[in-house]
């Protein structure tokens, strides 16, 4: 099992069509294809700064990317995300609210049984 860790960081004037995005536009294409959220944050604004990160559980690196092909290979939800950049005045101008977006993989250091994802 490996986990993905999906960073961002946002300007507040954007923080409610981001999530409104993620729940109508990314979560469910992703969940489609086999991806499974663990769960998405949040933290308080500081300077300017909100920091919003998922974690997303996959079998192993080669099933996410396998999944992430398929996302990326679904015309219908390409055009989704791509009138959703449109709708915020393009790419370029979602540059100056989006700061920074990172991702990173995980593995856990201890055994599965012992935490709380074991009881779904």
């Known amino acids: 099992m490996i986990y993905r860790r999906k960073m961002y960081n946002v300007a507040p004037s954007i923080l409610d069509d981001f999530n409104e995005h993620f729940n109508k536009t990314l979560l469910p294409t992703q969940l489609k294809y086999g991806a499974r959220l663990v769960g998405r944050w949040m933290t308080k604004e500081n300077n300017g700064v909100i920091e919003i990160f998922a974690i997303w559980e996959y079998d ?3 099933d996410y990317e396998i999944i992430e092909n398929k996302v990326k290979s679904d015309e219908e939800h390409v055009k989704r995300v791509q ?6 005045g393009g790419r370029e101008k979602l540059k100056e609210v989006f700061f920074k977006i990172e991702q990173d993989f995980l593995e856990t250091t ?9 009881k779904k």
């Not at 009138?83 to 915020?88: E, L, R």
């Not at 201890?110 to 074991?118: E, H, M, R, W, Y």
Request: proline letters at 6%; zero cysteines.
């Open 60 to 62: 192993s690196f080669e």
């Open 83 to 88: 009138n959703w950049y449109k709708k915020m």
């Open 110 to 118: 201890v055994p599965f049984d012992k935490t709380i994802l074991s």
